[in-house]
T-cell receptor, first 116, second 111 residues
Framework: DGGITQSPKYLFRKEGQNVTLSCEQN?????MYWYRQDPGQGLRLIYY???????QKGDIAEGYSVSREKKESFPLTVTSAQKNPTAFYLC???????????????FGPGTRLTVL | RKEVEQDPGPFNVPEGATVAFNCTYS??????FFWYRQDCRKEPKLLMS???SGNEDGRFTAQLNRASQYISLLIRDSKLSDSATYLC????????????FGDGTTLTVKP
């Protein structure tokens, strides 16, 4: 089946540790995105990537890092510099269409990160 | 002021009711508009795109007013299964379709 997968579903981390969240898509989508969602709030963009080996900071990139070595993969590392990392992390992807615009975004099931 | 604003609700309605959600956006350069549905502790899923001429999908009708920078979603004949949070999303068609999400409006449909 085509889709976006994220792993793990739940992740627990001790303070001071880095942790990497996985995101893989087999939709052949060009762009990929990472969002953070806190309870009762909307999604905030962390990083996004339009093409392999290129990515841009979103609105809340501090304390996070990403890589895009393959089109289908866009892992997110939550570093110890992120002050409040406990949140629901969502990965999304979208297809670039003619004219340089993009279709709607499709989301993976998310990873719930808890810092102990 | 947030770039996308929604009435957070909650909206509590009986089955069969008609309910309308509103969303305003501040960036006049926004070009694409969407409504997503998010169930509790799940990922958002696209409900419908919003077109300038307005569009309908079954019991759901979306409308866009560019002059007032306002988007609406109307749900007719509400079902219990419509209970969810509805997210308004606006996007400029540059920067990889970077989107801005509202905080969502929560709907509970009661028997």
């Amino acid at each position: 089946d085509g889709g976006i997968t994220q792993s793990p579903k739940y992740l627990f981390r001790k303070e001071g540790q880095n942790v990497t969240l996985s995101c893989e898509q087999n939709l052949n989508h060009d762009a990929m995105y990472w969002y953070r969602q806190d309870p009762g709030q909307g999604l905030r963009l962390i990083y996004y990537s339009q093409i392999v080996n290129d990515f841009q900071k979103g609105d809340i990139a501090e304390g996070y890092s990403v890589s895009r070595e393959k089109k289908e993969s866009f892992p997110l590392t939550v570093t110890s510099a992120q002050k409040n990392p406990t949140a629901f992390y969502l990965c999304a992807s979208s297809m670039r269409v003619s004219g340089g615009s993009y279709n709607e975004q499709f989301f993976g099931p998310g990873t719930r990160l808890t810092v102990l | 002021r947030k770039e996308v604003e929604q009435d957070p609700g909650p909206f509590n309605v009986p089955e069969g009711a008609t309910v309308a959600f509103n969303c305003t956006y501040s960036n006049s350069a926004s070009q694409s508009f969407f409504w997503y549905r998010q169930d509790c502790r799940k990922e958002p899923k696209l409900l419908m795109s919003v077109y300038s001429s307005g569009n309908e999908d079954g019991r759901f009708t979306a409308q866009l007013n560019r002059a007032s920078q306002y988007i609406s979603l109307l749900i007719r004949d509400s079902k219990l299964s419509d209970s969810a949070t509805y997210l308004c999303v606006v996007r400029k068609n540059t920067n990889a379709g970077k989107s801005t999400f509202g905080d969502g409006t929560t709907l509970t449909v009661k028997p």
